[in-house]
């Protein structure tokens, strides 16, 4: 393991070695030139210490778990939608902001229409529809006479996530073209668990906030700033214009993670579960670092990845502080 750095301050980082284009995250061999290298940032200040380049190792990221099924009279299911009495009642508990309430015109009984007062009690518009209707919709068929739309999500500004970091230590965990709603919440809940400054996904082919994400989540969507950005590679130039290093989590990098410049002001890119890293997006990364392998699976999913490389951020970023605050 490299010696321990605050982020303060210091030399450029030393990149590990870049993902051939079209490649995919599993095990293989290691190969690719290493990528450019850039001056010290402004704003926060440069960076102490290059680290040693790694040897062997890992995965970081794999493929997750597909989510997203089929409606029970054979419709694709409505997206952002919450079904089941339980559900919908924590999702009232929890504050998530709804649009609507359906409820089957069938049903009647004490338990629902104490959901239709909560629900107009925190103004969610309640519509009486067919059975047939929430049958439709449902992704699995087990709605229990109650769905409620979840409402569009309010995506921030890049550069709201920007300026709310101010100009010390910061971490902005960006996706590249993840599409797994279950890797999303789950990488969403660890970012605000550590304190990251938010999250960044693109535009186009990407999952994107819906009521899924609030429930993998655990409700830390609604706690953390997202943004949804038409150009990856635009965007992390400008966090780098604002201090941050991009480091892309690769299992081609040279330098494993314990190595990486991990700490201070930090842009954690995260590839796809299926392809990684794309290559233009990998272009703009600073330095790459891999997670360390000893055992025989092929590797860990990019929810679980991102979990461990956050955590290692905020381990090293703020040790100074003492174990108290960890």
């Given amino acids: 393991m490299g010696a321990k750095s605050s982020g303060k301050g210091g030399s450029r980082p030393r990149g590990g070695a870049r993902k051939p284009a079209g490649s995919k995250q599993g095990a293989g061999s290691r190969q690719g030139a290493a990528p450019k290298s850039r001056g010290p940032r ?3 200040g440069p960076r102490q210490g290059a680290r040693p380049q790694g040897h062997g190792g890992g995965t970081s990221t794999g493929r997750g778990p597909r989510t997203q099924g089929r409606g029970s009279a ?3 299911p409505a997206r952002d939608y919450i079904e089941g009495r339980n559900a919908v009642g924590e999702a009232l508990t929890a504050g998530l902001p709804l649009s609507r309430l359906l409820v089957a015109d069938s049903e009647g009984d004490t338990r629902l229409a104490r ?11 309640v519509e009486r529809v067919p059975r047939s209707q929430l049958d439709a919709l449902s992704s699995h068929g087990a709605h229990q006479g109650v769905m409620a739309k979840a409402a569009p999500f309010r995506y921030t500004e890049l550069a709201d996530i920007i300026s709310a970091a101010g100009n ?16 999303f919440g789950a990488i969403v809940r660890s970012a605000e668990v550590v304190g990251a400054a938010g999250v960044v996904i693109p535009k186009a082919r990407s999952v994107s906030v819906g009521a899924a994400a609030y429930k993998t989540s655990a409700g830390a969507v609604l706690h953390m700033p997202v943004a949804q950005v038409p150009n990856l590679a635009n965007a992390l130039d400008q966090l780098k214009d604002a201090g941050f290093w991009a480091g892309g989590a690769t299992e081609h990098a040279d330098q494993v993670v314990w190595e990486a ?8 890119v995260m590839g796809s579960e299926g392809e990684g890293i794309s290559r233009l997006v990998l272009e703009h990364c600073d330095f790459t670092c891999r997670l360390p392998q000893r055992g025989r699976v092929e590797s860990l999913n990019v929810a679980q990845a991102a979990t461990v490389l956050s955590y290692e951020w905020m381990r090293r970023t703020f040790a100074d502080e003492g174990g108290a605050h960890l």
Avoid: K, M, Y
Wanted: charged share 15%.
């Fill in 42 to 44: 402004q704003g926060a």
């Fill in 261 to 268: 410049p991990l700490e201070g002001r930090v842009a954690l």
């Fill in 74 to 76: 054979g419709h694709a």
């Fill in 115 to 125: 959901l239709v007062s909560r629900a107009e009690a925190a103004g969610v518009a």
């Fill in 168 to 183: 010390g230590p910061a971490l902005v965990v960006v996706l590249d073209h993840v599409t797994d709603e279950g890797n």
